[in-house]
Each structure stands twice: as C-alpha cells, then as structure tokens.
T-cell receptor, first 113, second 110 residues
Framework: KAGVTQTPRYLIKTRGQQVTLSCSPISGHRSVSWYQQTPGQGLQFLFEYFSETQRNKGNFPGRFSGRQFSNSRSEMNVSTLELGDSALYLC????????????FGSGTRLTVV | QQQVKQSPQSLIVQKGGISIINCAYENTAFDYFPWYQQFPGKGPALLIAIRPDVSEKKEGRFTISFNKSAKQFSLHIMDSQPGDSATYFCAADFYEKLTFGTGTRLTIIP
C-alpha cells in the first residue's frame, strides 16, 4: 500500500515569499500531523488535523498555517519566509484519533535564500 | 515540562553488541512512548512503542524498558548490525502531539 506522499521533495524560495507544501496520507488515514526538522531544534510539532479540523497546534508563529481537505489530504503554508524557516517539513498520518502508529513521509526540504 | 531528554548524542557499537539509548521526560501526562529510526533522506519510521502501564516490550532485537517512577525509558538493540546505523529518536505523546528527543546517531562498526 502506498505510503505518505509529500510534494515537492525539494523547494528553494526567497525571503519574503510564501510556500505551500502538500501531503497525501495513507488511504483511509484521517489524522495528519506536520513537523519541522532542523539540525538546531530537532523535530518540532507544527499542527495536527483530523476530519478537516485542527485539533492541536505547536508553538510556531501565525505565518505557519495548514488545512485538511475532505479527502484527508493536507497542505501547510508558510508566509513571509525567513531564512530560519529552512528545514525538512515532515507530514505524518494515522488511521485513528491518536498518535499511535503515525507513518511519516519522506518530507519536503525547504531552503530559503 | 514538555521536554524529552535523550542521551547519548552519538554512539558507536561493535557489530553483535548491544546498543542502549536513554530518554527521560518530565510531563506525567504523556501516555505513549514511541521510538523512531531515521535514515538520511527519509522520514522517521516507527520502530517500537510502549504505554506507561507496561515496564518492558520486546520486538525482535529491539526492547523498550520503561521506568514510570523515574520517568525514564530506554531502547536496547541486541546483536547490533551495520544496517542499524541510523539516527534514533525517542518521543512522548500527549493529545496527538509528539515531543521528540534530540536524537542519537548510532554507528555500528564491523
């Protein structure tokens, strides 16, 4: 069965621009979470969606936002990009309403120049 | 209170040896403790997980030991193999939010 698909795999953006990342969860999975991974801060939780509702949000500025569609696909958006937003953005999906058994995608590598 | 502390930062183990990675947490509300394995260019993959009402869980060569009173848990990899060379993350879950440790880069040498 197909895993979690994240697109694009790599992205280069300029400071001040905005970016949208996409995540297609495993078929049947209704919970989608996003994480940011950097060498300095490690893996940090951004937000989690279930059935199109954001249920939990991490400690990131309002420039980071997301949404989930009725088919469980999710997007995250970062506006007014800063150099510090350069990171690997990971999406994870789960069948049920908890983190038990989250499957991660390979991520989108965002570089802000 | 949401921190998860992981040690060591890096670990070198001889093939066939036992690799041990330790984690400690503060928030007693955490109710699920997974370990993830990550290879370069890939996302983290769930290795094994435990709930706080269990003191030990074993799956193949991987064992989690959990000490609720000390708020500590550890991953033991028995008979470590070169293919186990990767970065390992412990994590703790509360309300569908995983808090990760800082990672341990494990290298298995022949």
């Amino acid at each position: 069965k197909a895993g979690v698909t994240q697109t694009p795999r790599y992205l280069i953006k300029t400071r001040g621009q905005q970016v949208t990342l996409s995540c297609s969860p495993i078929s049947g999975h209704r919970s989608v979470s996003w994480y940011q991974q950097t060498p300095g801060q490690g893996l940090q939780f951004l937000f989690e969606y279930f059935s199109e509702t954001q249920r939990n949000k991490g400690n990131f500025p309002g420039r980071f936002s997301g949404r989930q569609f009725s088919n469980s696909r999710s997007e995250m958006n970062v506006s007014t990009l800063e150099l510090g937003d350069s990171a690997l953005y990971l999406c994870a999906s789960s069948f049920s309403t908890d983190s038990y058994g989250y499957t991660f995608g390979s991520g989108t590598r965002l570089t802000v120049v | 209170q949401q921190q998860v502390k992981q040690s060591p930062q890096s670990l070198i183990v001889q093939k066939g040896g036992i690799s041990i990675i330790n984690c400690a947490y503060e928030n007693t509300a955490f109710d699920y403790f997974p370990w993830y394995q990550q290879f370069p260019g890939k996302g983290p993959a769930l290795l094994i997980a435990i709930r706080p009402d269990v003191s030990e869980k074993k799956e193949g060569r991987f064992t989690i030991s959990f000490n609720k009173s000390a708020k500590q848990f550890s991953l033991h990899i028995m008979d470590s193999q070169p293919g186990d060379s990767a970065t390992y993350f412990c994590a703790a879950d509360f309300y569908e939010k995983l808090t990760f440790g800082t990672g341990t880069r494990l290298t298995i040498i022949p």
